[in-house]
T-cell receptor, first 117, second 115 residues
Framework: NAGVTQTPKFRILKIGQSMTLQCTQD?????MYWYRQDPGMGLKLIYY???????DKGEVPNGYNVSRSTTEDFPLRLELAAPSQTSVYFC????????????????FGEGSWLTVV | AQKITQTQPGMFVQEKEAVTLDCTYD???????LFWYKQPSSGEMIFLIY??????QNATEGRYSLNFQKARKSANLVISASQLGDSAMYFC????????????FGTGTRLQVTL
């Protein structure tokens, strides 16, 4: 059962470098998300998507870009890495609940640890 | 905007005892859902329990139960018969219905279960 898969799991970047965090899900979910978790903190939403071709900013979008060309994939791009982007990044997906919503419908990847030095 | 407050940065509980982790929320919406997630040291987010704002009964999932007091805007997690494997960070989160299931998280509570 693949669920939500993120790569890479660990990465060290130098200041100013660029990279893409990959996220793919095999559950045919419409909704996908990128969160970041700073040490000792909860998760904060970076970007989200409600379907292929549609993306929108979350709470902390600065320094990131996303695209959603397919239902399965939602990559997160860091263009000019900064030390403030040192964090753990989580990709998540959810089906479209409509008017009904149950708790176990948001699935998280295992996280990607990124360090910018 | 919605907000989650977890006022207990750390908690200790003895094995086999029950523990309550506090969570209060702030939203003006009437339709929302409340989640609890567990994050062990390995880092993954594990779904524990969910409560909808219109659910009349408190949610239960095995040893986990949610003490939902809507008037007080609180959604405390109760873990019964604590086990050593319950040692982890615990996050409360809220989602507003119709907002693309975007979660807003609290800052978490670190639970340590002792012998």
């Amino acid at each position: 059962n693949a669920g939500v898969t993120q790569t890479p799991k660990f990465r060290i970047l130098k200041i100013g470098q660029s990279m893409t965090l990959q996220c793919t899900q095999d559950m045919n979910h419409n909704y996908m998300y990128w969160y970041r978790q700073d040490p000792g903190m909860g998760l904060k939403l970076i970007y989200y998507s409600v379907g292929a071709g549609i993306t929108d900013k979350g709470e902390v979008p600065n320094g990131y870009n996303v695209s959603r060309s397919t239902t399965e994939d939602f990559p997160l791009r860091l263009e000019l890495a900064a030390p403030s982007q040192t964090s753990v990044y989580f990709c998540a997906s959810s089906y479209s609940p409509g008017t009904a919503f149950t708790g176990n419908t948001i699935y998280f990847g295992e996280g990607s640890w990124l360090t910018v030095v | 905007a919605q907000k989650i407050t977890q006022t207990q940065p750390g908690m200790f509980v003895q094995e086999k005892e029950a523990v309550t982790l506090d969570c209060t929320y702030d939203t003006s919406d009437q339709s929302y859902g409340l989640f609890w997630y567990k994050q062990p040291s390995s880092g993954e987010m594990i779904f524990l329990i969910y409560q909808g704002s219109y659910d009349e009964q408190n949610a239960t999932e095995g040893r986990y139960s949610l003490n939902f007091q809507k008037a007080r805007k609180s959604a405390n997690l109760v873990i019964s018969a604590s086990q050593l494997g319950d040692s982890a960070m615990y996050f409360c989160a809220i989602v507003l219905t119709g907002t693309a299931s975007k979660l807003t998280f609290g800052t978490g509570t670190r639970l340590q279960v002792t012998l």
